[in-house]
Every structure is written in structure tokens, then in C-alpha cells.
């Protein structure tokens, strides 16, 4: 029995030994792989058609498409609405310049370019909203309070000099001043007051009373865009100092310190809270002027919500390669492999038995006058296959692993016997003849057998037929072929690259008649060539065979083939009274040489 | 070489034929020397190789990250050898065998004296029943009844395949006379 831990030992170094073996593959071996690639990615479908992923981002850039189209639609309609609004504006200035509070501050900004209606807007808008709900009842208030001092001021005729203690104390009164004392001193230094201060005064009247600050900064501005309007109307002319105290103010109103409201509470300053004051009374038409404010808010504001437009914002889209194109298909394309193909030559020489065939069609004019039971006999011939050889050579190219073409050049020179059955004895020459021979003289006879020396040239045939006797004895004829060969075969091998392969080969065969020698035993041979007319100087046949390899190095086989051929048509002219159809059988030995 | 697999995996994914390319560098020296192990000669192991790589591009989809990629890449290619060799009929006629002990003392050899190639070419002249069991046993790690499921054998087969593809083996070795000292001991692996 094995011990475990041995095997376990063997098994543990062939492991340790071969698991991480590494051998550098050939470069053929990648050159196939990509080959096979690039033809198998002919016919696959995109990668990019089949992967939903992409179909996500595609849908999201067109959602994305439409949400940005939405937006930018709203804002185009927002525009147009806005001009519109704008425009509607304008209509009402040109139509009632009274109620004209915008175009007052407009006209107030051109004649002092320090100030921007923007900064009057914004003031009015955080009035509005630092104390919605005070609003109301102030409103209420002043709107009283003008209206009457409105009718006063019509009859005045633009006049600004009042009678500033009872205007005072009605603005008290009106705009909820709690500070008597501030009133008091405004009183008295109500004479040196200077119309450039009131505004300013009235401001800081008002920044006492922080609670109340919107509804007086509303109403006072208010009042002094109405009164510059109202002044402009009267008398065509603009007070200069108004639209620098509309500055002041502004500045003031943005200063939310208590204390440095108080610095404001000079004499000076209180006087300009009765200016205010006055100007309330100015103030002709305040009714109309909250539908104008209230325009003017609503303006400001959607011009407040207009969105940036689009060039102005940094949008930012991440990058993404939607369509996927692999970059294998950017790269050249291989060049083609070229398998190199393997040539062979071979040379070899093949014992063979070769049989000629020969049969008798007709029978020749002697033997033809016979009597039945001889004449039988004495037709049948017999043809036995004697020893002969070939001597081969090949070229050959293997087209694939398995199969081969290959071409050769072979002399072929076949013995044969021919047995006749009886002879005839020539009665003037006394040479005897088989019905071989005596056929082939009668061809010489046709053809005038130049090669005939046993027999001559024309020989008076007839009557050697005449006289010729029969003699019941076998005669027999060597017949002595030479064939030039040229066979064409293709080849399939089975394990090719292995040490011993086998080939089955097929094909045909040209044979080109050389000669043919028919001798006798006693020496009178016919000896016929392709210029004689009787042979086909060349006749096709048939040929396959087996064939076994030997590798006897990378270059060198040796082979042993055993091959039949067999004439696929007669070797005698048609016309002929012979017949011949020669096979063969033989074993080739040769060697073969790759290159 | 430094590569990350991950990297790697998702390229040959996406059909990337730069990192298909580095897969085969990477991998190839490992994965062809398997396939030598497989099979007869050079040429079959090429053409193994060759048909292994293809299956991994296109089969690298159902790999997965739980396991490293050289085990699933070893997996692919000895399933590839396994089928050319089927097809070459190599496994068709593995049967139970006799073994017997040859008698003679085996001496414990390094494997460490020979070249990897030595030791392969010993591997391809083993029998081809006897090739494929001995690889499956003692390099990659199967047992036995798995190696009997895989090529449809009996347990008993794939046993008796290994010992004798065993003590072919160290006869061969012992005949090469590389011992890590001249002494002889009456030890088998």
C-alpha cells in the first residue's frame, strides 16, 4: 500500500514544479486570436445598440432638452408680459400725468442724476414690507389729511409758504408723533427752515418712530413725488432742493441706528417735517396715487424675479460618451495571414506487375479460315504480367493540413507474356506466329511496320495466309512495353503531423507510348513505336493507391505506396483489331524531401 | 507588469481590444503552458490556446469578481483541452487498467533538477488518458470522483489512470539519473 504522504510529496512537486510554468506562446498564436476577433465583431451588433444604459442617458439629454425648452419658453412669454406691463404704464402717464408717480421720480432723477428711481422702488418695496399691517390705518389718515390740503394748496397756486404751526400740528397728529418737545423746537425754528431740509426732517420725524416707519416713508415719499409733479404741473418748474432731500431721505431711510437718526433732530430738520407736512397738504390726488404705487410694486417685483438669462449662468453638463464606438475600430486593419504553404519533392522507384490486356477483336485473315474446335483454341490468348519497374519522381504542395496536390514524372517500363493459343507456320518462310504476332504483322502489313525486321516490309500476306499451316502448339511472346507517365493525384492524410501519417491518393494518369517490343523465344521480335500508328501515343488512365509516411526528420519522409493504375482506354488505335487495356499493380519506395 | 484586473475585465467586457490584448500578454505565457501539458505537441496546444482565448472574449461576461481571474482563465482553458481532446478520441477508451509495480526501487528525484520543459515533454508522452488524469490529479487539485464526473469514468478509472501515469513518470525520471544525491532509496513518491 501507498503511503498517502508520498503521493502526497509526488503530487506536491510536479504542482510546485508546473503550476506556475510560463511559456511564451508564439506570435501566430495572438495573430489567430485577433484575426478570429476582428471576423467574429463583423457580425456582432453594436455595443452601443444593446446597452440600456445608454437609452437612459439618451432619454434623460431629451428630457433634459425639453425641461430647458419649457423654461426658456415661460421666460420669453414672462418678457413679453412685462413689456407689456411696462408699456401699459406709459399709456397711463401719457393719459393722466397727475397720476404719474413714477414718471415724477423719473423726472426728479433726470433733473438730479445722484439719485436712481431703482433706489426709490427698492425703498418703497421694503417699506411695504418691514409692517404690512400699520399700513392701513396711516393711509387711511393721510389720505384724509390730503385731501383737504390738497384743495388748500389748488388755491394757492403753488405757493409753499403756509401756515406751518397749524400744519405742524395737524401732521402731528396725522403721522402719530409722540415726541412734543421734537414739534415744539420745529416750531420755533420753523422761519430759518429752508425747503432743502424738509424731506430730511421729515425723515427723521419719522425715524423716531421706528413702528411707523413704513406707512410714513410710503406716504411721505409719496407725497413728495406728488408734490414735485403737482409743482411741475403749477407752474412748470422743478424745485431744485426736492430732489436732493428725495436723496437724503433715501440715505436716511436705509439707516436703521437710532442714534443717528436723533443727530438728525436738528432745528433745521424739524422744519422739514413741516414741510412734510405741507406737502401732505399739497398732495392733490392721494387716492390715485395707491393704484400707482401698487403698479409700480408690481412691476418692481417681477422685474426683481426675472430670472439671469441663460448666457449669463454657468450651466454644467457632465461629458458623456453616449454613443460608444470601441477604438478597434479606429485601428488598421491586419494584414492578412499568410499561412505558408509546404512544397515537396519526392523520388521513388515502384516494382510492379504489369499486365498490357491485349484482347482480339478480329481475327487475323489465317487464323480465320480455321476449323471451329482449332480455331477456338487457337484465339484464346492468354496474357500473364510480368516483372517491371518504374522509376518515379514528385512534386507536390499541400493545400491544407490534410489534403495534397501532387504531379509527377514516371518511366514505366511493363513486361508482359502473351500465351496464344496455337501458330501458324508460314509455308514460303517457315516462321511461326500466334494470333498476337500474326495480328500485328497484318497491322505492319496496313501500316507498312517499319520497325519489323523479322518480318520486313510488305510481305506478299496473301498468300502467306494461303499457304500457312496451322500447329496445334502454345506459342509465347514477350511483350515489352515503355510508357512515359505523367499521374496527377490528390492526397488526403490522416494525422499529418504525426510520426507515421497515411495518404489516400487519387487521380489520373497520362501514358505517353515510348515503344513495344514483342519478341518471340526464338528471337523474331516486332518492335512498334508511336510514328508506327498503331499504339495511341498517349492513352489516359486511372490511379489510386495508399500510401504510408515516415517522418524521419522535420524535412525528410520516407513513404511506401502501393498503387493500381488501370488504362481507362484502349492502348490501340480505334480502328485497330487489337484491344489493350493495361493495369497495374505496384509497390513504390521513396523518400520525400519538404521545403 | 502592472495592470489592474478589474480594469482589465471591464476592457475585454466592453470588446477593448487593447486590454484583450493585454489579457493574452499577461496571461498567455501561463495559459499556454497548460495547454502544452494537454496536449500531444506544440501545434495542438497552440490551436487549444487559440480557441481558449476566444471562448474567454466571449465568455468574460459571466465572469465574476468573487474569484481571481487566473483561476476562472485556468478553468476555461483546461475545459478547452478537455474538448480537443475529446475530439481527437484521446479519451475515448479509458478503462479500468492494471497496474503494475515494476519492482525497481525508486529513488526521490527533485523536480527542481529539470527544466520545465523536460518535465512537460514527460508529461505529453504519457498515454493520453493517463496525460489528462495525471494533469487533473496532481496540478490542478480535482479529485478523484470529480475528475470521474468530469470525463464521465469510474472513480476506480481515474485511479488506476493516475498510477500508472505515476509510475510512467518516474520511471522516466529515474532514467534520467538527475537525483539530488547518488543514494538509492527504497522510497516512491
Known amino acids: ?595 | 507588469m502592472t495592470f489592474n484586473e478589474h480594469d482589465l475585465v471591464n476592457g475585454c467586457k466592453q470588446r477593448n481590444r487593447l486590454a484583450q490584448k493585454q489579457l493574452y500578454d499577461v496571461f498567455g505565457g501561463k495559459l499556454f503552458a497548460i495547454c502544452m501539458r494537454y496536449t500531444r505537441n506544440r501545434s495542438d496546444a497552440e490551436d487549444v490556446l487559440q480557441d481558449a482565448f476566444i471562448k474567454i472574449y466571449e465568455n468574460i461576461g459571466t465572469f465574476r469578481n468573487d474569484s481571481p481571474l487566473e483561476y476562472w482563465l485556468r478553468s476555461v482553458v483546461v475545459n478547452t483541452a478537455l474538448n480537443h481532446l475529446r475530439q481527437q478520441k484521446y479519451l475515448k477508451d479509458l478503462d479500468d487498467i492494471e497496474v503494475y509495480e515494476n519492482g525497481i526501487a525508486d529513488r526521490e528525484v527533485t523536480l527542481g533538477d529539470f527544466q520545465m520543459q523536460q518535465l512537460t515533454g514527460f508529461i505529453q508522452e504519457l498515454p493520453p488518458g493517463c496525460q489528462v488524469i495525471f494533469n487533473l490529479y496532481a496540478i490542478e487539485g480535482y479529485q478523484h470522483n470529480e475528475i470521474a464526473q468530469k470525463l464521465g469514468i469510474s472513480e476506480g478509472t481515474s485511479k488506476s489512470q493516475y498510477a500508472r501515469a505515476r509510475g510512467i513518470l518516474q520511471q522516466k525520471l529515474n532514467r534520467e539519473k538527475r537525483f539530488d544525491d547518488g543514494s538509492v532509496r527504497n522510497r516512491q513518491f
Open chain 1, 1 to 595: 500500500m501507498m503511503d498517502p504522504s508520498e503521493t502526497d510529496n509526488f503530487r506536491n512537486q510536479w504542482r510546485k514544479a508546473l503550476e506556475n510554468a510560463s511559456e511564451p506562446p508564439p506570435p501566430s498564436v495572438w495573430e489567430g486570436i485577433e484575426a478570429r476577433l476582428d471576423r467574429d465583431e463583423k457580425d456582432i451588433i453594436p455595443l452601443w445598440w444593446r446597452r440600456p444604459r445608454l437609452w437612459y442617458a439618451a432619454a434623460s439629454v431629451i428630457a433634459l432638452l425639453l425641461v430647458a425648452g419649457g423654461v426658456w419658453v415661460n421666460q420669453f412669454d414672462s418678457v413679453k408680459e412685462l413689456s407689456g406691463t411696462s408699456s401699459g404704464v406709459a399709456t397711463t402717464h401719457k393719459t393722466s400725468p397727475q397720476l404719474d408717480n413714477k414718471l415724477g421720480s423719473e423726472q426728479t432723477s433726470d433733473a438730479h442724476p445722484g439719485v436712481k428711481p431703482e433706489n426709490a422702488n427698492e425703498e418703497a418695496i421694503a417699506a411695504v414690507s418691514e409692517q404690512p399691517k400699520m399700513l392701513p390705518e396711516k393711509h387711511l389718515v393721510v389720505k384724509g389729511r390730503s385731501t383737504k390740503e390738497v384743495s388748500q394748496k389748488h388755491q394757492q397756486n403753488g405757493e409753499i409758504h403756509l401756515d406751518t404751526k397749524n400744519s405742524l400740528a395737524e401732521t402731528k397728529q396725522d403721522i402719530g408723533l409722540e415726541d412734543k418737545n421734537i414739534l415744539r423746537e420745529t416750531s420755533d425754528a420753523l422761519p430759518s427752515v429752508k425747503p432743502e431740509n424738509a424731506k430730511e426732517g421729515a425723515i427723521a420725524a419719522v425715524s423716531e418712530q421706528p413702528k411707523m416707519l413704513p406707512e410714513k416713508r410710503l406716504v411721505v415719499r409719496g407725497i413728495s413725488r406728488k408734490e414735485v409733479s403737482q409743482k411741475h404741473q403749477q407752474n412748470g418748474e422743478i424745485h431744485p432742493d426736492t430732489k436732493s432731500s428725495l436723496a437724503e431721505a433715501k440715505q436716511d431711510l436705509g439707516l436703521e441706528n437710532k442714534n443717528i437718526l436723533r443727530e438728525k433732530e436738528q432745528p433745521g430738520r424739524e422744519m422739514a417735517l413741516f414741510e412734510q407736512s405741507k406737502s401732505l397738504t399739497q398732495m392733490g390726488n392721494v387716492q390715485a396715487m395707491a393704484p400707482v404705487a401698487s403698479n409700480e410694486n408690481s412691476a418692481l417685483a417681477v422685474h426683481a424675479l426675472t430670472p439671469v438669462s441663460y448666457s449669463e449662468l454657468d450651466v454644467f453638463m457632465p461629458k458623456r460618451y453616449i454613443f460608444f464606438k470601441p477604438e478597434t475600430l479606429k485601428e488598421e486593419p491586419l494584414p492578412e495571414i499568410k499561412k505558408r504553404s509546404e512544397y515537396y519533392a519526392g523520388v521513388g522507384v515502384m516494382p510492379a506487375s504489369f499486365n498490357p490486356n491485349v484482347q482480339i477483336k478480329d481475327a487475323p485473315v489465317a487464323f480465320a479460315s480455321m476449323q471451329n474446335n482449332s480455331r477456338h483454341k487457337a484465339l484464346t490468348g492468354t496474357n500473364k504480367p510480368g516483372n517491371s519497374f518504374a522509376l518515379q519522381t514528385q512534386g507536390g504542395m499541400r493545400l491544407s493540413k490534410h489534403w495534397s496536390l501532387e504531379m509527377g514524372v514516371s518511366y514505366l517500363k511493363g513486361n508482359a507474356k502473351y500465351e496464344g493459343g496455337g501458330q501458324v507456320l508460314d509455308a514460303v518462310s517457315a516462321r511461326p506466329s500466334n494470333v498476337l504476332e500474326n495480328a500485328l504483322i497484318g497491322l505492319a502489313d496496313k501500316h507498312a511496320i517499319p520497325n519489323s525486321p523479322s518480318y520486313g516490309g510488305s510481305v506478299g500476306m496473301h498468300d502467306m495466309y494461303a499457304s500457312s499451316i496451322y500447329l496445334d502448339v502454345n506459342r509465347n511472346v514477350n511483350n515489352n512495353y515503355q510508357y512515359l507517365q505523367l499521374p496527377v493525384q490528390a492526397g488526403f492524410t490522416l494525422n499529418p503531423d504525426k510520426k507515421l501519417s497515411y495518404s489516400v491518393l487519387g487521380g489520373m494518369m497520362a501514358n505517353f507510348f515510348l515503344s513495344n517490343e514483342l519478341e518471340a523465344a526464338s528471337g523474331n521480335m516486332i518492335k512498334t513505336t508511336p510514328g508506327d500508328d498503331v499504339y495511341r501515343s498517349m492513352n489516359w488512365a486511372a490511379t489510386t493507391g495508399l500510401r504510408f509516411n515516415y517522418k524521419l526528420s522535420a524535412k525528410w519522409k520516407a513513404n511506401l505506396t502501393g498503387s493500381y493504375q488501370k488504362a481507362i482506354s484502349s492502348g490501340f488505335k480505334a480502328n485497330q483489331s487489337l484491344e489493350s487495356h493495361p493495369f497495374l499493380y505496384g509497390v513504390s519506395w521513396g523518400v520525400r524531401y519538404s521545403f
